[in-house]
């Protein structure tokens, strides 16, 4: 009897999670939510492409390959592929163009996104028979070689091992603490120092698009939101030019979590190249190599945490977020760190709240339970997370992290993000990879 409801449920989700993704389809890609995102976002599709496999793992494919025809000719994948039809205007904000690398026929913007993009190709591989999957990894491996190496050469300039990030939005997590911290502390513009000083931030909260479709309160504040834009327009006066940026900018940052899904994409890159019997590159197998090794730097002895860093000043951004527990998902951490991450997750005063994971532990000063990467609950890095956990052994962390993810999806819909501490919705509502993720974590429930 039990089974047999618990089965209705799983239907009845899969269902309306289709429904979902059927809503934001564009014919060969999926927006993240009408209205607000109405571009194709990177990690956004590798996240659809993860639930769409179950599908139709055709479509899957073309998910991803849609992300490719953005593929600028330095090898980088930009975070948005904008649509000509609607918020026209917005390509316009970019400019992909002004660099001599972006392509010809599609507008881009100028920066990239966690490079997501290998482990949904292995995802989608596994759906497939080897010699399908052979034939598939053949056709996406060159353009994320390309990708891996441009990340190494242009975010790489001192051949560290980590990428350097130069706009939060590269993170994927907008308005996480560490970002802002380091942005309030050095790089406010002026101008945006005079609104604050003056109060005229409600004049600019008018013309947000954001704040027509959520409350205000579950956005970023205006000041931050003009800091990224602000941030957005220094690149694009340097055309996306990587050396002229780094010489007029101290905003870099070595992020932690960008760094550990480059480090499980680079294992997910050595095994579609064996599965191929094709050889990677010498230069970039080391590069590889030195990105595990150079993961370690980032732990901080005194707080038994891994943090990210400030490319110029080598400085850990000791505020505290949700990267923590990626290196998890990066899966080389050793089994004494992984136990301490382990131990952080199960603490109900830091990220064991009652729908966990939030995106800022609970007893930091930056919480709030509303407010985009600075609280609530996302369903992308519970699913980071739960991959983590399973590889490193924690299997019972995993089913259980697993189960309440679905519940509160169940509970609570396909919103963008959840209040951790209610589990209420919040965000915009039938948000894409909520439903796609959702799909998959039922698919491969144990
Ligand atoms: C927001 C999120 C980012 C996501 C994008 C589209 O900017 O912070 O992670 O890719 O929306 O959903």
Known sequence: MKNQSSDTKST?????????LEMNDQGSYTVPAKGLYPHQWLWDSCFVAIGLRHLDVERAKT????????????????????????????????????????????????????????????????????????????????????????LYKERDP??????????????????????????HDHQMAGWITLIKKLHLEFLITMFRRDTHYVPAEQRLDTIDALALYSTQRRLRRKRYDISRVLTHSLFAIEDLTFNCIFIRANQHLVHMAKTIRFDLPHELLDSMQKTEAALEQLWDP????????????????????????????????????ANTLVKMLENQHLFGPAFPVP???????????????????????????????????????????????????????????FDPLTGTADGVQNFSWTAALAIDLLRTKG
């Open 302 to 337: 005194y707080s038994s945490q891994y943090y990210s860093r400030n490319f110029v000043t080598h400085t850990m951004l000791k505020e505290p977020s949700i990267a923590a527990l990626i290196p998890l998902y990066a899966g080389t951490i050793s089994q004494e760190r």
């Open 359 to 417: 995106s800022v532990p609970i007893n930091s000063t930056w919480f709030n339970s509303g407010a985009y990467w600075q609280g609530p609950t996302w369903i992308n890095t519970n699913w980071l997370i739960i991959d983590g956990l399973n590889r490193m052994g924690f299997k019972d962390h995993a089913a259980a992290l697993q189960e309440s993810t679905i519940e509160l999806v169940a509970k609570s819909g396909f919103s963008e993000y």
């Open 12 to 20: 009845t989700i899969l269902e309306a999670a289709k429904t979902v």
């Open 158 to 183: 001192h051949n560290e091992g980590l990428a350097l990030q130069i706009h939060p939005w590269e993170t994927g997590l907008d308005n996480t603490p560490p970002w802002m911290s380091e942005l």
């Open 63 to 150: 998910e991803l390959l849609s992300l490719l025809r953005g593929q600028w000719s330095n090898g980088m994948i930009p975070h948005n592929i904008l649509s000509d039809q609607v918020h026209a205007r917005d390509k316009n904000i970019w400019r992909g163009w002004l660099s001599p690398y972006s392509p010809d026929d599609v507008n881009t913007s100028g920066i990239t996104q966690p490079p997501v993009l290998a482990e949904a190709a292995v995802q989608i591989g596994k759906k497939l028979s080897l010699p399908e999957r052979r034939t598939w990894y053949r056709t996406v491996l060159p353009a994320l070689i390309k990708h891996h190496q441009w």
